[in-house]
């Protein structure tokens, strides 16, 4: 079955840094558009990345716009999250997600696989 496995969360402060990892099973990685998607306590899903099949299209939120970058390795099959500038209001579980569509979709009901997230907690 697909498996979803995302890891690199951790606590970071104020201004640091992280990159999360997903790395896919059971599926053909190259044919899927990725995404990242966060959750904080109280708060709906967003959007935060995606990256087209072969990586030559990217979207990201507002918020995240010159901060975050998201690249993926099909020889691999993982997907990467490079997180810069961190702050406090990034604070959330980030989950990765895949999606069959050829566009690159920002909204989470296209996506059809999701891991079990992994928690990125920034200090103030």
């Known amino acids: 079955q697909v498996q979803l496995v995302e890891s690199g969360g951790g606590l970071v402060q104020a201004g640091g840094s992280l990159r999360l990892s997903c790395a896919a099973s059971g599926l053909t990685f190259r044919t899927y558009t990725m995404a990242w998607f966060r959750q904080a306590p109280g708060k709906e899903r967003q959007f935060v990345a995606a990256i087209s099949r072969i990586g030559g299209s990217t979207k990201y939120a507002d918020s995240v716009k010159g901060r975050f970058s998201i690249s993926r390795d099909n020889a691999k099959n993982t997907v990467y999250l490079q997180m810069n500038s961190l702050k406090p209001e990034d604070t959330a579980v980030y989950y990765c997600?895949?999606?069959?569509?050829?566009?690159?979709?920002?909204?989470?009901?296209?996506?059809?696989?999701w891991g079990q997230g992994t928690q990125v907690t920034v200090s103030s």
């Open positions: 997600a895949a999606s069959s569509l050829m566009v690159v979709t920002i909204t989470s009901p296209t996506y059809a696989y």
